[in-house]
C-alpha cells in the first residue's frame, strides 16, 4: 500500500513539474532566442521522475533591418556577460544587441557580448557582421564571434521563440489532468487504507 501512495505521490510531483516547464514555455511565446524546454519522464524504484532538457529546434527569424540585431543559423550561442564580468557569463540565443557609448556590443538587459578571444566585443560604431562572425573594416578583423562549425550569422535579423503556444497550451491541460488523475488516486488509496483500519479495529 506503502508503494502506491509513494507512486501516486510521484506521479504528482511528476505532472506538476511537467506543468511548470510547459506554462514557463507558454509564458516565452515571444520572447526573441527563447529556447523551450522537453519535459522527460522517466520510471524508477522511486516512482515517476520528471527531467527538463532544452530543445535543439532554431526558432524562425524575421527581417528588423537592424545593422546590430543578429540571429544564428545554426547552433551555438552568443555569450554575453553582465557587469562585464567573464565569470558571469551567460549563452543567449536572443540576438538584439548595441552599442554603447564606449562602442561595446550590449544586449537590451545591458549584458556585454564576448567575441571568441575571451574579450568584449568593441566597435568603432554599429557595423554589420560577416556571415562568419567576423566585424571588419577593410581587411583587418575589428572583432569576431565563436560560432559552432557550420553555424553563420545573419545581420538584420532576430531568432525569435521555438515555442508553439497551441502545443504548450495543451501540454499544460494534459499536466493538470494527470495531477488531477493521480490525486484522485491518491486519494483512493489513502480511503481504502483507512476503511481497512477501521475494519481490523471492529473485528477486535
Known sequence: MNSGIQWAASAMLAAKAKLEVAADNLA???????????SQTTAGRDGLQTHAVFSAQSGATRYTGRTMDLALLG?????VAPERNPKLAQATRAGAFLCDRN??????SGRT???RDGRFVRLPHA???ATDGTWRDGD???AALELPSGTT??????????????DEMIGVIDAQ??????QKTLSAIDETRSKATNDVGQLR
Not at 103 to 108: E, F
Open 177 to 182: 489532468r494527470a495531477f488531477e488523475t493521480a
Open 153 to 166: 550569422v545573419r545581420s538584420g535579423f532576430l531568432e525569435g521563440s521555438n515555442v508553439n503556444a497551441i
Open 127 to 129: 557595423m554589420p557582421i
Open 75 to 79: 547552433p551555438g550561442a552568443f555569450r
Open 103 to 108: 562602442g561595446y556590443v550590449v544586449d537590451l
Open 28 to 38: 516565452n511565446a515571444s520572447s526573441d532566442g527563447f529556447c523551450k524546454k522537453l
Open 113 to 115: 557580448l564576448m567575441g
Open 140 to 142: 583587418r578583423i575589428v
